[in-house]
């Protein structure tokens, strides 16, 4: 691999949370060198309003997110991806389209924090437990030597990543 920009997809199944606070850390901590969108098999149409609020409490930029169907990146004159993140289990285990480029991919599993039930301090609680784990992963993610990896390398840098939970787990 060189040394040059990458295009990052991170997949759920409604595009409305993990997959979105994961396209804000990376294009924010990426800095360039990483281009993040996010996708789901069945877009929930809206961004979860806790997500919106996490990440601007977080300084992250919030004005480009929106909830967008993973066919926007299937198609021929979507921009190419080099790397394919699952964050949700169902989506792991969906019938995925055909990405041009055949780009690398790994299942980076974390809890749908939208899925919580409770108050509104159960529910910022679980958002800020996904964005905390995220975080770590897209931190070992950034700092992996891409350039000098072979593509075996990469790929099993990519699944140990995935497997990393939280401390006391």
Known sequence: MTDRSYNVLFLCTGNSARSILAEALLN?????????FSA??????KVNPYAIALLKEKGLPVDD????????????DAAPIDFIFTVCDNAAGEVCPVWPGHPMTAH???????AVEGGDEEKRA????????????IDLFLNLPLQKLD??????ELNQIG???????
């Open 65 to 76: 997110l929106r909830s967008k169907n993973w066919d926007e990146f299937a198609t021929p």
């Open 108 to 114: 980076w599993g974390i809890e749908d924090p939208a």
């Open 151 to 156: 593509a075996l390398s990469a790929q099993g």
């Open 28 to 36: 924010h901590f990426g800095k360039g060198r990483f281009r993040a």
């Open 163 to 169: 497997k990393l939970r939280e401390k006391g787990e």
């Open 126 to 137: 679980a958002f800020a437990k996904a964005f905390l784990l995220l975080h770590r992963r």
């Open 40 to 45: 789901g098999s069945h877009p929930a149409g």
